[in-house]
């Protein structure tokens, strides 16, 4: 069965370091999610495509957040430098449109681990 | 701000009980409501959704929504012990482009 692929499952970087991680959405979903769990089981929605372009992402915190999801190439978030307060579960969901009627389909997250 | 508040905050049932989950949203505009259910080392799998008043029924899992009062709850009958996990409230408004807005969930145990 397809699934949503996130690589890789986990992460840890040092403080300042960059972090970048992928998703491979399920086959024919051209829409593309990014959340971030926290320890205490928060959600934060971080940004969402359809195909190539971005639909709506929040205030990327002070910009050290980048996303993009390439034609042809696995989507892709990247904390520039990263501080121990990103340390969280990314979990990358699609779906087969940007509508609130349809359901997500999420990866098992990539746990990132910020020193 | 749009929030979704979730009780209990954890839950323990016996094996073959039933369980009931809560949840309360603050915005009216929210019309799309799903159950996610999470285990341990997983990502989050939806359950159920429920757009419409009243209640939906798929298999031992029944939701309930009431828009009026912005309600929805989730009832598990016959409780399973592959039923503990984390299970979330989400909930999404039309002009969201479907991004979900997460309650904090619901630990369930189920004991044997």
């Known amino acids: 069965n397809s699934k949503v692929i996130q690589t890789p499952r986990y992460l840890v970087k040092g403080q300042g370091q960059k972090a970048k991680m992928r998703c491979i959405p399920e086959k024919g979903h051209p829409v593309v999610f990014w959340y971030q769990q926290n320890k205490n089981n928060e959600f934060k929605f971080l940004i969402n495509f359809q195909n190539q372009e971005v639909l709506q992402q929040i205030d990327m915190t002070e910009k050290r957040f980048s996303a993009e999801c390439p034609s042809n190439s696995p989507c892709s978030l990247e904390i520039q430098s990263s501080e121990a307060g990103d340390s969280a579960l990314y979990l990358c969901?699609?779906?087969?449109?940007?509508?609130?009627?349809?359901?997500?389909?999420f990866g098992p997250g990539t746990r990132l681990t910020v020193l | 701000q749009q929030k979704v508040q979730q009780s209990p905050e954890s839950l323990s049932v016996p094996e073959g009980g039933m369980a009931s989950l809560n949840c309360t949203s603050s915005?009216?505009?929210?019309?799309y409501f799903w159950w996610y259910r999470q285990h341990s080392g997983e990502g989050p799998k939806a359950l159920m959704?429920?757009?419409?008043?009243g209640d939906k029924k798929e298999g031992r899992f029944t939701a309930h929504l009431n828009k009026a009062s912005l309600h929805v709850s989730l009832h598990i009958r016959d409780s399973q012990p592959s039923d503990s996990a984390l299970y979330f409230c989400a909930a999404s408004a039309n002009y969201n482009q479907g991004k979900l807005i997460f309650g904090q969930g619901t630990k369930l145990s189920i004991k044997p």
């Open positions: 915005d009216r505009n929210f019309q």
């Open positions: 969901a699609s779906s087969l449109t940007g509508g609130s009627s349809y359901e997500q389909y």
């Open positions: 959704s429920i757009f419409s008043d």
